[in-house]
């Protein structure tokens, strides 16, 4: 089992104080998690909004985190492809990927927010087949040999794209969030899973992945090279009750925040004031495996029970959320590293593995 920092920074000017010196904490605070034990650092992409805003340039951050890190992988979760030339994404990424001694993972999506597809002149309703097929595009980029492609959305002619990434092939991982045939397409296609466990609980979520499971044999594909990645909000304390206050208050925030996102409200200084308007029970949510807050040992059994129920063979995990303070996501973060990390690291996925497909 292995484990990723993920990065997606909410800003509160009432915690974080200047937009730069935020900015600047994230980065040291994501490349430091390397020193402590996680093997991925991961980054997501937004825009236009203090929800995740400070990350509208996946390439960018983990330029930085190429050039501050040795030995963990960096993961896009995700580029969202259609708001992008794919050649573009393309070319970036192998800088990346050059840069950091082929170390890139390449996560990508469709993405949720329209507004962003709005601002980019880009249409939501042909995100999903959009993302397929520039990811069709990239991978052929990525080759390093001239390609031709004429699709639906794209086209291009005797086309080579500088400069060849270091890893042939780089991992690919899909993010697939509530739609049953997209964790059966990811599968039949051999990609990686991107999942969130906050968005279900994890019978739910594990229906879904039971079915990207078995697409992946039925694709042809070694159930033992399956790779399953699920994301958490994670607070870490010696005092499970104070664990979970901090993730009470951190969610309303976070989930307001993401609220606010979706619908752009037009006044974001008022709507950060304001306080959230969805009650939050972390109690029930930990108990349905959808967030990760507790003590040491409660949150093993919790990342347990994911192995269990998702086969998840990766937690990506995010400490600075919702107005946590810094003190408070650096004491969680090196407590899950010193008590959580340890004794998961040797874990396998205890889920039955379907057979291969004949």
């Known amino acids: 089992m292995k484990f990723g920092h993920f990065c997606l920074p909410s800003y509160y000017p009432d915690v974080y104080g200047s937009v730069g010196s935020h900015m600047r904490h994230v980065v040291e605070f994501t490349a430091g998690s390397e020193e402590l034990g996680f093997d991925a650092v991961w980054a997501n992409e937004h825009h236009f909004h203090p929800y995740g805003g400070h990350i509208p340039s996946v390439p960018v951050f ?8 040795k030995r963990a992988r960096l993961g896009t979760s995700v580029i969202v492809a259609p708001l992008h030339n794919p050649i573009e994404i393309a070319e970036q990424l ?8 082929g170390r890139l993972e390449f996560g990508i999506g469709s993405g949720f927010v329209s507004w962003d597809y709005r601002v980019f002149g880009a249409s939501m309703e042909e995100g999903h087949d959009r993302t397929r097929e520039a ?26 794209v500088w400069p060849k990434p270091e890893q042939q092939p780089i991992p690919v991982w899909i993010a697939c969030s509530g739609t049953p045939s997209s964790f059966e397409w990811t599968g039949r296609a051999g990609y990686k899973l991107l999942t969130v466990a906050y968005l279900k609980p994890l019978p739910k979520l594990g229906e879904l992945t039971t079915l990207y499971r078995q697409a992946w044999a039925d694709g042809g594909y070694d159930p033992r090279t399956c790779e399953v990645c699920t994301h958490y909000q994670v607070v870490v304390d010696e005092n499970g009750h104070k664990a979970r206050q901090i993730a009470e208050t951190a969610l309303q925030r976070y989930t307001h925040l993401n609220v606010l996102a979706r619908e752009q409200a037009t006044d974001v200084s008022e ?14 949510l930990v108990d349905e495996g ?11 059994e919790i990342l347990e ?31 899950f590293a010193s008590e959580v990390l340890p004794r998961l690291r040797d874990r396998q996925p205890a889920w039955k593995q379907p057979a291969v497909a004949r």
């Open 290 to 300: 959808r967030v990760c807050a507790g003590t040491p040992d409660e949150c093993v």
């Open 271 to 284: 709507a950060l004031r304001g306080a959230p308007q969805e009650e939050i029970d972390v109690p029930k």
């Open 305 to 335: 029970r994911a192995v269990v129920e998702l086969g998840v063979t990766i937690v990506d995990c995010t400490f600075l959320f919702g107005g946590i303070t810094y003190e408070q996501a650096d004491r969680s973060i090196k407590l």
């Open 135 to 160: 990811l069709e595009v990239i991978l052929k980029a990525w080759t390093g040999e001239p390609f031709s492609h004429h699709g639906r959305y794209f086209n291009y002619d005797n086309l080579t």
């Open 94 to 101: 192998a800088m990346v990927d050059s840069m950091s001694g």
């Open 62 to 69: 983990l330029s930085a985190m190429a050039q501050r890190t």
